[in-house]
Nanobody, 130 residues
Framework: EVQLVESGGGLVQTGGSLRLSCTIS????????IAWFRQAPGKEREGVSC??????????KDTAKGRFTISRGNAENKNTVYLQMNSLRSEDTAVYYC?????????????????????WGKGTLVTVSS
């Protein structure tokens, strides 16, 4: 059974930092991409950042560029993907979801195309207060 478990969300002040974690079990990640999505109250879910394992490439949406970093854990934590979020703004408040699928599906979903991503976590809430 494939499981994705997010952690690390919480309440932070504007300008602060958080590191989200997504621990994935039941999959050999070498053929997959892992992405972070978020959904703010009253808004549609949007892609934030993604990491493709086989070539270790990352992509960030404009809202995340320069502030967020996506990375994979070291050899001991290779099934964990992190999202380091710095310089947080009130508009970053959302539930953040980890997702895994083949790279073309993740890339399409990141840019809002209607592709069904196979695996999702349950989300972790990030609240940025001013």
């Amino acid at each position: 059974e494939v499981q994705l478990v997010e952690s690390g969300g919480g309440l932070v002040q504007t300008g602060g930092s958080l590191r989200l974690s997504c621990t994935i079990s039941g999959l050999n990640l070498k053929d997959y991409s892992i992405a972070w999505f978020r959904q703010a109250p009253g808004k549609e879910r949007e892609g934030v950042s993604c990491l493709t394992i086989f070539n270790n490439t990352t992509l960030h949406k404009d809202t995340a560029k320069g502030r967020f970093t996506i990375s994979r854990g070291n050899a001991e934590n290779k099934n964990t993907v992190y999202l380091q979020m710095n310089s947080l703004r009130s508009e970053d408040t959302a539930v953040y979801y980890c997702a895994v699928d083949r790279p073309p599906v993740i890339l399409a979903a990141m840019w809002g195309l209607k592709y069904e991503v196979d695996y999702w976590g349950k989300g972790t809430l990030v609240t940025v207060s001013s």
